[in-house]
């Protein structure tokens, strides 16, 4: 497969096997349809190219459309032409609804992130108040703090997550027992 693209004997190549050239090549596999510091520019839709770093954030649901395409859009709409009057049958912004859309993936970040900071509420708290033993109580003050807030952020996102119809991602064992107490509550 990779010596045909190579000898370009083969154009297109199916997300399946674009996984599989990242694996090979041990890469992730966005960089391949994104060279992030190697092209300045990609052509994220025939004829349309975008700075690299945004069309990347574009795919990973990280921001909306690239502006400058979504701008063309507002001027020329989108959809088909309607034969007759040689206008688009509609003009609605494609990046209207971005935010609905790229939803599961801020809120599986925030699940993310809150699942870090409880986990690193003991090694936060270390750093910030160092080794003396005559701080232990202070310590655990905010090692439970922080662990609290994570925990009232973990419930939070995840009601969020269900609330769209999908499946929050598996928590560990100790912190899951902690999230079902709170969510009894």
Do not use: C
């Not at 004829?47 to 690299?52: F, M």
Request: hydrophobic fraction near 40%.
């Amino acid at each position: 497969m990779i010596t045909n693209i190579e000898n370009g004997r083969r154009a297109d190549v199916s997300v399946a096997e674009l996984l599989v050239l990242g694996r090979a090549l041990g890469v992730p596999p966005a960089l391949l349809l994104f060279p992030i510091g190697a092209a300045e520019e990609v052509e994220i839709l025939p004829g349309k190219p975008v700075q690299t770093w945004s069309a990347y954030k574009w795919f990973i649901g990280n921001e909306a459309f690239p502006s400058s395409f979504s701008n063309d859009l507002e001027e020329h709409g989108t959809g088909p032409v309607d034969p007759v009057s040689g206008m688009h049958r509609w003009y609605d912004d494609p990046e209207q609804n971005w935010h609905d859309g790229a939803a599961p993936v801020a809120l599986f970040h925030r699940h993310e992130q809150q699942m870090e900071a409880w986990f690193d509420a003991n090694i936060r708290a270390a750093r910030l108040l160092g080794d003396d033993p005559s701080r232990t109580s202070e310590m655990g003050e905010l090692v439970s703090t922080w662990r609290k807030s994570a925990e009232r952020e973990l419930l939070d996102v995840r009601t969020r997550i269900r609330d769209l119809g999908l499946t929050p991602p598996k928590l560990d064992d100790r912190l899951e027992q902690i999230i079902e107490q709170l969510d009894r509550r």
